[in-house]
């Protein structure tokens, strides 16, 4: 292995790293969480993400221009929305999370994390994809429809609580051993 | 000027055109290379149909129903139903089903199998007419001595230890030839389980690690075997 | 999508139908009855058992390994199968190369009746055998069986090409031996429905999702925070 | 030669199916057009008589229908195992010996597949658009049995004075099958196929005529008869070298060969000289007004104008062979049927026995495109070697060997010995460029709609008429068959 | 006279849009993408991709099965280069369990993962071809010398296209010496092969016609857009992760990467592909000299396998780009969540763009060129 492994449990960061510092600079506030396996992660307030990610990539010191993907994860008491982010010009690399508490979802309804489709285009089908799967409703998006399930699909299937649809095409067959 | 160009430009073009016929075109002298392949069979060792081997040398049944390989399968393809033999107190493989149609060959349930008894043989003729057809029990998947040589020695897995010589003794049900093996497989098998529970410690020497390891393993602690094969009972009742 | 509502599956599949006149020697073979067919049949059959053309359909894996099994190591050709006709309408087989889902199922079916009689299915791949290693998806038809009816089911994960070659040999030897009768007598279960309509282009799905989400941004809160973005 | 084996089999192959081809035409022409009438002329009657002519009269279509699916069986083989063997694999080989049965073995099933009318197309069009596509292939070939036949009695009633002129409108009629075809399916991508077709076509018409148009013009007729017949005597008095432009090189040596004995070899030098005189120099000082003293002149124009022709034919020849593939819709001009853009084109909707009259008929269109090349450009159904030379070979005495050894058969008209060497000499022409286009068909990647449209108008239209003005220019000063 | 790449395609005549639906089932579309194309008169105006129809729940299923089971199914997301799912993945694993990988290992990787870009590399370029209409004779060649990796394949892995091989902390199966010298043989003739293709395709004016000048991407485009792989280096972006941000052994081996120093277009995204084909080769030579002996794995693969708690994510360098892993572990036997960065999502997501003002011809040749898996988008 080239690169050093983060062999030891990730210990509490000492204070902002260099992405934070630059975003507390410009008047946004991070939180900066446990480093995953070397990568500087911040959490982010959903209101000041599109701020904060035009400046990352606007900027010519961080320069964050590639948005590697977005995933949707169903966390313990969150929903997050996990931004990575490489630079291509400086070998930078960044995880921005936004987290949605799940206390904060209104009931029937999903939770909420602004849309960077419009005015990056990768984040486009990556947010789809995240609103499919995960359930994750990114407002401001220009065109919010499931890409990969069907369109009238019931539920979010990576959520913790999916229940499966069972039907004639799913059922426990004769022949089958499942 | 103009015409002059276009003039260079066709004649280039002919000339590219005329290379990649010529490419083409001296395929022609070269030898096929198409295996003609149901009269002559493939010589690969490709991870294929499944079966159970047998001891190439006694010819014994090497299973001894630890529930492995139904276990770390992905797809759940293997159901495995055993009891335990009141005379012997130990398990007996009533039948062993692979469905065909559900397995994806990933060949893990071989990997992890500590007796080499379930292998990837190198058939895959296996089209079937029909669905049912494709689930295979004990009496389809065994494999004759002959073939388990042959399969031993081409994949080159190690021999089955040679029985034990106390293990005559210590067996009950010593009137049946075919079980004679039994004791030392059903240690292995409840090594296996411990190994499988117990994992994430990583406990080097109660593990089981590859098929072609099982001299490796050594003795568990007697009554880890009974719970494992009370709960081995249970299940086969399902 | 897919409902189990077979009155409303039926009704629908029939109206979807396309084929509407046949006008083929089979026909006549079927008005001559008995005295025809047993004289016909066994050279039809064996000119059907010697140039099954499959149709260039592929999802997934097996796609690669059927394309493999028509390039030179293999060579379907010797059998006379290597035209693979991209048109249902021409092809005689679909190996449904490849894992079929929920929302690939209805173009599957569509595809399968477009094709013309006699029309044989090999279900190629763990996938598409039972669902495979897909098993518990969510999204992952468990066995095309379940909505077309299966000649030969070929196991393997993707089988090897002369696993293909394999199928299409025993796939041969059952169309030598089939009657015209058995074939068309035989039904099958349709279980799926279509929820796209293929021939208008644009797809019901978009406009009834536009339609919904429309609708989920009145309801929604935030929709003027949306707007001003 | 490692894949000396598999070459063995192809011309094996093409060998029998040769035979079977031949001798099912030969035995339909010779039962209809000789045996029924020879059988009828022992009753004196007019019945008789009548129907013994009509016997005689429908020969031609006879042999055509009769000819057409069982040769497009094998061209569809044959391409295959071509195939086959440019990309290092053996091809159909299970059908039949060795698999020459595998075509066969498809027309039988395609003519008992379920013929479907999808819902939605216009059915009396869908029907009619595979029968308009096939037709003109049949009456197209009229013609052309005369040229190839060596002017046989029984098909000289198929011969047109103007019969190039024939073929031509024939073959454009077929485009009109397509557009019903594509229009009828009521399916995008047919539609698309078929209005592809319809641009396609008229676009490689023009190259197209423009070049045969040029070598009717070497020829002075349009009758296709005329212009086999006038190439005889070799590989030198083809079209493809210049029309007769190096017959006089041919008179010549022939002339130094016939009397290669020592003491004639003054006389025949002279002749030499004589010969090229009259036919290359005397042609061009006429035509430029030259007088005596300036032969040198007259000589150097000559041999210009004589290269000049000939380039022209050959590239005449590239036009129409790059126009034919457009006509007949192969690679690389096989957008109408682009089967990784429109699925399959025009016939995406065609099942069953429709379908299989689409594509037989595309590949007799492919045989009557290189029959029609056979016989303008490669001097029909002429034997390559040259009269003089074949002499000297010992031309005669075979040609006498094998007509003692025919007598019998010849007495009851079964053989035709000219009838039946012109007609393998064109075989063997026509599956040359037929092996020829196969070759194009594993190489070349399709053009682009709009590219096709460039290339046509704006390269080869211009292209062939600068020929066809070059071919006028230069025939002036050589002496060319006009007038022979 | 004008070049062709100038030729205004925007009609004088005003006609109805036609809207044509492409797939999931066509010949073009690479198995089971569906377009939704706006046409006026053969010019596409608006491209919709309507995606999923080969869902298949990978995420899903590896929240669902062990790590020791996952990582059989992986090969399966990317079929044409499952040494480089498999890869990606262990290497998720591996950076956040913090597991060493024994240097042979690696070498092996580097091996298998540099044989699997040359099998699917060959495959596109017939696949190619066959988009581009030579389909009966010219991708029977690619397919030739495929078909004699994909024999190595089976005999180190067992199977021809889901070897299972690498596995998280090392491999699978030591190579015989019989496999290296036959791998080295193949690498000997390779290039010659090349060439061969070369000779047919590169240079043939009617693939430089259908090629040249269509479907430019533009440098700042395909990286708003996050495009990887080949398809951007054609563009000029020097993005290879197995220079950027290196990985295993690769800083030991000594290799270019091409760079385009213009917006790239149909055909220098085939151009770069044959090269990396050619690099790749060499990168295989090197490994076979260099290849030292050694263990070949660094955590026992035992089914009860498991991953200490974290996150991580780690990327590789597959065929078609960024193959990214982001894996969250709560240290039990399966994961918490595992989320695929798939390169083909990323690319196909700019045909759109793309596609736009292009004949409908041009379709394939840009689809094509982009090189994108369907299992890849859809997983």
């Not at chain 1, 204070?15 to 506030?29: E, M, N, P, T, Y």
Request: include cysteine.
């Amino acid at each position: 292995m080239s690169e050093t492994p983060a062999a030891k449990p990730p210990e509490e960061p000492k204070g902002l790293g260099l992405c934070g510092q630059f975003l507390k600079d410009h008047g946004i506030a991070t939180t900066r969480l446990p480093d995953s396996c070397g990568v500087e992660t911040i959490e982010i307030d959903g209101a000041h993400l599109e701020a904060a990610m035009k400046l990352l990539r606007g900027s010519s010191e961080i320069k964050l221009d590639y948005l590697v993907a977005i995933s949707g994860v169903d966390s313990a008491d969150t929903f997050d929305s996990v931004y990575q982010l490489w630079s291509y010009t400086n070998n930078n690399e960044l995880i921005i999370k936004v987290r949605v508490k799940k206390t904060d979802v209104v009931e029937g309804q999903l939770p909420l994390v602004p849309s960077l489709a419009r005015f990056w285009s990768a984040a486009n089908w990556h947010e789809r994809e995240t609103y499919d799967l995960v359930g994750i409703r990114y407002y401001g998006h220009p065109y919010l429809r499931r890409i990969l399930n069907v369109w009238d699909w019931d539920g979010h299937p990576l959520r913790r609580d999916y229940k499966q649809l069972v039907d004639a095409l799913n059922d426990k067959a004769s022949g089958s051993m499942r | 000027m103009l015409a002059l160009s276009l003039v260079t430009r066709a004649k280039d073009s002919l000339y590219q055109i005329c290379r990649g016929l010529k490419t083409v075109a001296m395929h022609t002298f070269r030898e096929p290379i198409t295996q003609v392949y149901p009269d002559k069979m493939p010589d690969t060792n490709i991870r294929g149909r499944l079966a159970l081997a047998v001891n190439p040398e006694t010819s014994e049944h090497l299973c001894i129903s630890c529930r492995q390989c139904e276990r770390v399968c992905p797809d759940k393809c293997i159901e495995i139903t055993a009891h335990k033999s009141p005379e012997t107190n130990k398990l007996e493989l009533i039948e062993f089903k692979i469905d065909h149609g559900l397995c994806m060959f990933c060949g893990l349930c071989a990997e992890v199998c500590p007796t080499s008894c379930i292998i990837n043989t190198n058939d895959f003729e296996m089209s079937e007419y029909s669905r049912e057809a494709l689930v295979y029990d004990l009496r389809k998947l065994t494999l004759s001595q002959e073939e388990s040589r042959y399969y031993f020695d081409r994949k080159e897995i190690p021999l089955p230890k040679p029985k034990p010589a106390k293990a005559a003794p210590a067996a009950a049900g010593a009137a049946k030839p075919a079980a004679a093996g039994k004791p030392e497989e059903a240690k292995s098998e409840s090594e296996a389980k411990v190994a499988d529970a117990k994992a994430a410690d990583a406990k080097d020497a109660k593990e089981v690690k590859q098929a072609d390891e099982p001299e490796k393993q050594t003795a568990a602690p007697e009554e880890k075997e009974e719970t494992e094969n009370k709960e081995g009972s249970d299940k086969s009742k399902d | 999508m897919i409902e189990g509502n077979a009155q409303g599956v039926n009704e629908l599949a029939d109206e979807l139908k396309d084929t509407v006149t046949l006008t083929s020697l089979e026909k006549m073979i079927e008005a001559m009855g008995e005295l025809l067919s047993p004289i016909v049949s066994p050279i039809a059959n064996a000119a059907r058992s010697n140039s099954v053309w499959p149709l260039t359909f592929g999802t997934s894996c097996c796609a690669i390994e059927m394309m493999s099994v028509g390039m030179s190591k293999f060579d379907i050709s010797r059998f006379g199968s290597e035209v693979f006709r991209a048109t249902p309408r021409q092809a005689d087989m679909i190996i449904t190369a490849g894992t079929i889902t929920r929302k690939m199922a209805p173009a599957l079916i569509t595809l399968y009746e477009q094709m013309p009689e006699p029309k044989y299915v090999i279900a190629m791949g763990a996938c598409t055998v039972t669902g495979g290693m897909f098993n518990d998806s969510y999204s992952v038809v468990q066995g095309v069986d379940r909505i077309i009816p299966v000649d030969i089911y070929l196991p393997g994960c993707p089988p090897r090409p002369e696993g293909i070659l394999d199928a299409l040999l025993k796939l041969q030897q059952k169309i030598r031996t089939e009657s015209y009768a058995e074939r068309k007598n035989k039904k099958y279960r349709q279980n799926a429905v279509r929820y796209v309509d293929y021939d208008t282009g644009r797809p019901l799905e978009d406009l009834i999702d536009e339609a919904r989400y429309e609708t989920a941004l009145a309801l929604d809160p935030l929709k003027g925070l949306q707007e001003k973005a | 030669m490692r894949n000396g084996a598999e070459i063995l089999k192809l011309g094996t192959l093409t060998l029998v199916w040769w035979c079977i081809i031949f001798g099912a035409v030969w035995a339909a022409c010779y039962i209809v057009g000789i045996l029924i009438p020879m059988a009828l002329t022992s009753y004196e009657s007019d019945a008789a008589r009548m129907t013994a002519e009509t016997c005689r009269a429908l020969t031609p279509i006879l042999s055509v229908l009769v000819f057409i699916p069982i040769n497009a069986m094998f061209m569809v083989l044959f391409e295959r195992r071509g195939l086959a063997i440019f990309t290092v694999r053996l091809g159909p080989n299970r059908v039949g010996p060795d698999g020459y049965l595998q075509t066969a073995a498809d027309a039988v099933k395609l003519l008992f597949k379920e013929d479907i009318t999808p819902r939605g197309a216009d059915a009396f069009m869908f029907t009619l658009a595979p029968i308009v596509f096939f037709a003109p292939s049949i009456f197209g070939a009229m013609p052309l049995l005369a040229a190839v036949t060596n002017y046989h009695e029984l098909f000289q009633i198929a011969n047109l004075p103007t019969g190039i002129f024939f073929i031509l409108a024939a073959s454009s009629v077929p485009v009109v099958g397509i557009v019903m075809g594509g229009w009828a399916s009521n399916n995008k991508y047919s539609l698309v196929g078929g209005l592809r077709s319809a641009a396609q076509a008229i676009s490689y018409e023009i190259p197209l005529v423009l070049s045969l148009v040029t070598v009717c013009l070497m020829a002075g007729t349009l009758d296709v008869v005329q212009i086999a017949k006038q190439q005889s005597g070799g590989i030198l008095n083809w079209n493809i070298f210049g029309g007769g432009a190096l017959r006089g090189l041919d008179q010549a040596i022939s002339l130094k060969f016939s009397s290669s004995a020592p003491a004639l070899q003054e006389l025949s030098k002279s002749s030499f000289e004589q010969v090229l005189k009259s036919v290359y120099l005397e042609p061009t000082a006429q035509a430029l007004g030259l007088g005596a003293g300036q032969e040198g002149l007259a000589g150097i124009i000559a041999a210009f104008a004589v290269v000049l022709l000939i380039g022209s034919i050959w590239i005449a020849y590239g036009l129409y062979m790059t126009g034919a593939c457009a006509e007949i819709n192969r690679i690389p001009f096989d957008l109408p049927e682009a089967e990784s853009e429109l699925v399959s084109g025009y016939n995406t909707e065609y099942s069953g026995i429709k379908f299989a009259i689409f594509f037989l008929a595309e590949f007799t269109n492919l045989f009557i495109v290189a029959s029609i090349a056979a016989v303008m450009f490669f001097g029909g159904g002429d034997c390559p070697v040259p009269a003089w030379l074949g002499t000297a070979l010992g031309g005669p005495q075979i040609a006498s060997v094998i007509n003692q050894a025919l007598t019998p058969l010849i007495e009851i008209k079964l053989v035709d010995p000219p009838t039946l060497f012109a007609t393998i000499w064109v075989i063997l022409k026509v599956y040359s460029i037929v092996f020829f286009a196969v070759l194009i068909r594993g190489t070349l990647p399709r053009f682009r709609i709009d590219q096709l449209m460039d290339f046509g108008w704006k390269r080869l239209i211009p292209l062939s008429l600068i020929v066809f003005v070059l071919v006028v220019y230069a025939r002036e000063f050589v002496n060319v068959h006009v007038g022979t | 006279m004008a070049t062709d790449t100038e030729v205004d395609l925007t009609p004088r005549l005003k006609t109805d849009e036609m809207l044509i639906n492409m797939g999931p089932q066509h010949p073009a579309t690479h198995g089971v993408l569906r377009l939704i194309l706006t046409l006026d008169g053969e010019i596409v105006r608006h491209t919709e991709p309507i995606l999923g129809h080969l869902h298949r729940a990978q995420e899903w299923q590896g929240q669902n099965r062990t790590w020791f089971q996952y990582q059989a199914l992986i090969d399966r997301v990317d079929y044409l280069s499952g040494m480089f799912t498999s890869w990606a993945m262990a290497r998720a694993a591996e950076v956040v369990d913090g597991c060493e990988v024994p240097e042979r290992a690696e070498y092996l990787r580097v091996m298998v993962s540099e044989m699997n870009r040359i099998t699917s590399h060959l495959l596109w370029l017939g696949t190619y071809l066959i988009d581009l209409g030579a389909m009966f004779g010219f991708p029977f060649y690619p397919f030739r010398e495929r078909e004699k990796l994909l024999e190595l394949f089976e005999e180190i892995a067992g199977q021809r296209m889901m070897f299972n091989y690498i596995r998280i902390g090392g491999v699978m199966r030591n190579p015989k010496d019989a496999w290296l010298s036959k791998l080295k043989r193949f690498t000997e003739e390779f290039p010659d092969r090349v060439d061969e293709y070369e000779a047919i395709v590169t240079q043939n004016p009617i693939f430089l016609k259908r090629t040249k000048g269509v479907g430019i991407l533009r440098k700042e485009l395909g990286m708003d857009y996050g495009i990887t792989g080949p398809s951007i280096r054609a563009s000029g972006v020097n993005l290879d992760l197995r220079r950027t941000k290196p990985y295993s052994v690769y800083p030991k081996l000594k290799f270019d990467v091409p760079l385009n120093d213009r917006d790239g277009d149909t055909f220098d995204r085939y151009i770069f592909r044959i090269r990396e084909m050619r690099e790749s080769n060499e990168i295989i030579k090197q490994c076979l000299d260099m290849l030292p002996q050694g263990e070949i794995s660094g955590k026992k693969q035992i089914a009860g396998l498991r991953v200490k708690a974290g996150e991580g994510f780690a990327a590789v360098e597959s065929p078609r780009g960024t193959l990214g892993c982001y894996i969250i572990s709560n240290g039990s036997d399966r994961a918490y969540r595992i989320k695929w960065r798939n390169p083909s999502f990323c690319n196909l997501s700019i045909l759109p763009e793309l596609l736009k003002n292009h004949p409908i011809a041009d379709v394939m040749a840009i689809f094509g060129s982009i090189d994108v898996i369907l299992p890849d988008v859809d997983r």
